[in-house]
């Protein structure tokens, strides 16, 4: 049984018919790329997978349970944004601490919690800087620990590497697969970059105008694009 399953999932905005019968379903443990050009609707499709906002119809089961009227608490979602949403008068260990906080976790498990996390994201040593003094590719492993410390379900990624400089944007690509196959958790990756979505992906799903065009694992797509517009999108990729 999937553990993601988008199921005939529309979204209109006014007039603005933004997401068209999309079906995804995604594994345990999968990491699945929504590969496509700006304003395809990636940004969109992601936000209904967080609860973030309604669909217009359709529906979205996570861990065999219908979420689809469920709030994004409810859903059990860590999120990452291209932009860094830290709290820049917090320290690093704050900023990861700060969603266990909120549960009203005990003081010393956050304190033990955090140790850990910042181990994983290859933070240790920075815990008491403020995201300012940090790199972007930093600041971007600080929003990592922070979205995964709280054990979501599924980790949904929004282009976030787009603001980091390529070379740095490489050692992230690797340590986010790293972090990932580690957590074993769920994850959906955003991007409009062919090259990053054929590296890092167990599946990529190309959108194009609010369409899933073509679903597979990457050595497929690009062996066997099924329509004019993937096959000139990966075209691009060597
Ligand atoms: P992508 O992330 O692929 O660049 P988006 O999902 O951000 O694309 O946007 C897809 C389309 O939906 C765009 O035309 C955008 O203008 C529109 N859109 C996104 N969010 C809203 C909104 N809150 N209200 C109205 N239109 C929106
Ligand atoms: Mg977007």
Do not use: W
């Amino acid at each position: 049984m999937s553990y993601i399953a988008l199921e005939s999932i529309e979204k209109r905005f006014g007039k603005q018919h933004v997401l068209k019968n999309i079906h995804l379903e995604l594994g345990k443990g999968e990491f699945a790329s929504l590969l496509g050009p700006s304003g395809c609707g990636k940004s969109t499709l992601l936000r209904c997978i967080a609860g973030l906002e309604t669909v217009t119809s359709g529906s979205i089961c996570i861990d065999g349970i219908d979420v689809t009227g469920r709030s994004p608490k409810e859903r059990a979602v860590g999120m990452v944004f291209q932009q860094y949403s830290l709290f820049p008068n917090m320290t690093v260990e704050q900023n990861i601490g700060f969603g266990l906080k909120m549960m009203h976790v005990p003081k010393q498990e956050i304190r033990e919690r955090v140790r850990a996390m910042l181990d994983t994201v290859a933070l240790t040593g920075s815990e008491k800087k403020k995201p300012a003094q940090l790199s972007g590719g930093m600041q971007q492993r600080v929003a990592l620990a922070r979205a995964l410390i709280t054990r979501p379900k599924v980790l949904l990624l929004d282009e976030p590497l787009s603001a980091i400089d390529a070379k740095l944007r490489k050692d992230l690509q690797t340590e986010i697969r790293r972090i990932q196959k580690e957590t074993n958790i769920t994850t959906v990756f955003v991007t409009h970059d062919q090259s990053e979505a054929m590296l890092m992906s167990d599946t990529i799903h190309i959108m194009h105008e609010g369409v899933i065009e073509q679903s597979g694992c990457p050595s497929d797509i690009y062996v066997a694009p099924k329509t004019p517009f993937a096959a000139g999108f990966i075209g691009n990729y060597n």
